[in-house]
Structure formats: C-alpha cells, structure tokens
C-alpha cells in the first residue's frame, strides 16, 4: 500500500505556543487529507478534510482559527494547532487518498502525533 | 447518518484460542467496510476491507471478517490468536476515504 508519513511523531510545547504537525504522501500524490484527533481510550474524530488547492472542510464543533489546516501540495499536508492548552493534548493523525476518476480511494494513515501541552 | 458500534471494549483471548470481534454498522447505503489495527502510540494499519462481492474477506496477518447485511455485522476473525495481535481493533464504515470510526476493542492475549 501508500505510505503516508506523519512528523513528529511526538511533540511536547508550551501553553500558548504553537505547534505545526506535518502530513506526507510519499509515494502517490493525495489529493484529499484528511485530519483525525484520538482522546485516550477512544475513537478517532474526523477534524477536517482537505483538498490540494483549497480550503479546508471543518467538521462542526472544531475551531477552525484553532486549528490551521493547509494543503498547499499534493505531497503536503499541515495541521498547526494554535494557542495550544493542556485541552489540546491529544493523539492526531492524517490519512490522505487518491482521487481517481472522480472517486477518492482508499484512504492511507500516517503513524499519529502525540502532542502534549505543558 | 452513519455509526459504527463495537459492543466488546476489551476481550482476553488466550495465546492459540479463536478470536472474534463484533462489529454492527449504520449506513444509508452499500456501505465500505474496514477493520484496522493500532498499537500503542502508533497509527492505523489496514486489516481488511469490503467493497463488494464475496461476503467473507481475507486480509493480512491471517484475519478474516464476514459481511452480513441482514445483520448489519462485519465481524473480525482470526482462528488462532498470536501475543503480536494484541492490539486496539477499530471497525469503520464509509465512503472509501471519509470513515467513521467504532470505539475500538482492546485486544488482550494471555499465555
């Protein structure tokens, strides 16, 4: 299958800093990413969806001045969490898929941030 | 809207024993169906996916899982459970790329 990179894989910041999380399709060109946030012990809650060249998609309670998605490439991906708190603490990941013939395909995951908010 | 519900939080299964997740979905339509694995710490690896045709699917590391519409399942089975399977298992339904996630089941194994 594609592989998809994440980076870093583990980040501790200060409250009220920022922190840029970086999506990479290494292998395909990923017309869509889309961003996940995991709390301890549960499931994984779609933030956004991306599409290259276009703003992104927020899913409803997410803050969107928040969370700074941009997909400026078709390699490229980045989630930058402003003003982080310790709320923010949280496990993140990105998956990206292909469109072809109009049709996104299967949808590829990178390994996750732990991102942790002292 | 679509849901995905994952009955079980944590299953013990012994090294050798059969193993079987449960998982009942909600779709609108033909769903897309996935079950993924996770270790701690770690990303998503796909196990399986049911896009159409045969109910029962192969996937890797010897896993299998049964489409049932009529029951609206896709349950996870492995004949003989391995220590390297424990793990957080999530089933998902969807439209290929935009999923929705169960709650997971932790897989424990004992010696």
């Known amino acids: 299958g594609a592989v998809v990179s994440q980076h870093p894989s583990r980040v501790i910041c200060k409250s009220g800093t920022s922190v840029k999380i970086e999506c990479r399709s290494l292998?395909?060109?990923?017309?869509?990413m889309f961003w996940y946030r995991q709390f301890p012990k549960q499931s994984l809650m779609l933030m956004a969806t991306s599409n290259e060249g276009s703003k992104a998609t927020y899913e409803q309670g997410v803050e969107k001045d928040k969370f700074l998605i941009n997909h400026a490439s078709l390699t490229l991906s980045t989630l930058t969490v402003t003003s982080a708190h310790p709320e923010d603490s949280s496990f993140y990941i990105c998956?990206?898929?292909?469109?072809?013939?109009?049709?996104?395909?299967?949808?590829?995951f990178g390994q996750g941030t732990r991102l942790t908010v002292v | 809207a679509q849901s995905v519900t994952q009955p079980d939080i944590h299953i013990t299964v012994s090294e050798g024993a059969s193993l079987e997740l449960r998982c009942n979905y909600s779709?609108?339509?033909?769903?897309?169906l996935f079950w993924y694995v996770q270790s701690p710490g770690q990303g998503l690896q796909l196990l399986l996916k049911y896009f159409s045709g045969d109910t029962l699917v192969q996937g890797i590391k010897g896993f299998e899982a049964e489409f049932k519409r009529s029951q609206s399942s896709f349950n996870l089975r492995k004949p003989s459970v391995h220590w390297s399977d424990a793990a957080e298992y999530f089933c998902a339904v969807g439209g290929y790329s935009t999923l929705t996630f169960g709650k997971g089941t932790m897989l424990l194994v004992s010696p």
């Open positions: 292998d395909f060109q990923a017309t869509t």
């Open positions: 998956s990206a898929s292909l469109r072809v013939g109009g049709v996104n395909t299967e949808a590829f």
């Open positions: 779709y609108g339509a033909t769903p897309y």
